[in-house]
């Protein structure tokens, strides 16, 4: 069983920046794929970055791309979301998620709705 525990949300001003954790128990982290969600008030889920097991991959959706970096640290269990130049549009509540799929990983996968584990979620609102 993972536990996955989101922080660094907050109220931030359109083009400031954040950074979100994800703390993952577990001695297993580093076989772990991780990824983040978003669901924005009145719409649906959505998925916006992900990375493999090792970090040596890592995807993003079109909305994020340029602007949102993703991580991990396996040392500290931890994976971080980096989301700069933020937008009105980012508001929302960001979610991790966690695949023990090792090499099966695929970025079909990792966008799909469909993850082993997911965080609480933590907010995020970027005022205009």
């Known amino acids: 069983q993972v536990q996955l525990v989101e922080s660094g949300g907050g109220l931030v001003q359109a083009g400031g920046s954040l950074r979100l954790s994800c703390a993952a128990s577990?001695?297993?982290?580093?076989?772990?794929?991780m990824g983040w969600f978003r669901r924005a008030p009145g719409k649906e889920r959505e998925f916006v970055a992900a990375?493999?097991?090792?970090?040596?991959?890592?995807i993003y959706a079109g909305s994020v791309e340029g602007r949102a970096t993703i991580s991990r640290d396996s040392a500290k269990n931890t994976v971080y979301l980096q989301m700069n130049t933020l937008k009105p549009e980012d508001t929302a509540v960001y979610y991790c998620?966690?695949?023990?799929?090792?090499?099966?990983?695929?970025?079909?996968?990792?966008?799909?709705?469909?993850?082993?584990?997911w965080g609480q979620g933590t907010q995020v609102t970027v005022s205009s």
């Open positions: 998620v966690a695949d023990s799929i090792g090499s099966t990983w695929s970025p079909a996968l990792a966008r799909g709705p469909f993850h082993d584990y």
């Open positions: 990375i493999n097991w090792s970090g040596s991959r890592t």
């Open positions: 577990g001695r297993t982290f580093s076989t772990y794929a």
